[in-house]
């Protein structure tokens, strides 16, 4: 199996800055995208931030420019710097990684169990 672990999140008044932090483990031989998912009430979940293989990295328009993503390979993990923020970035912030666990098998789809992000005005 594998595992995403979240750690960081949490109140923080508007213009703030947390950091997000994630570490995957267990049955992994590489992991494909690597990155940072969020979902407000009554939203669907949405793309903020994630990294290729490659390194080729995407954000959502709205974090442009605030927020910042950085992976490491070796260690299997996904940082989001996110400055700068705003009562809209409110939401649950999920990591997922697209996980190849076997060489040569088809990448699975992994999601850690989420953390709160409130951003008071």
């Known amino acids: 199996q594998v595992q995403l672990v979240e750690s960081g999140g949490g109140l923080v008044q508007a213009g703030g800055s947390l950091r997000l932090s994630c570490a995957a483990s267990g049955s992994i031989f590489s992991i494909n995208t690597m990155g940072w998912y969020r979902q407000a009430p009554g939203k669907q979940r949405e793309l903020v931030a994630a990294v290729t293989g490659s390194g080729t990295i995407n954000y959502a328009e709205s974090v442009k420019g605030r927020f910042t993503i950085s992976r490491d390979n070796a260690q299997n993990t996904v940082i989001l710097q996110m400055n700068s923020l705003k009562p809209e970035d409110t939401a649950v912030y999920y990591c997922?990684?697209?996980?190849?666990?076997?060489?040569?098998?088809?990448?699975?789809?992994?999601w850690g169990q989420g953390t709160q992000v409130t951003v008071s005005s």
């Open positions: 997922g990684a697209l996980v190849v666990r076997v060489s040569g098998t088809n990448p699975e789809t992994y």
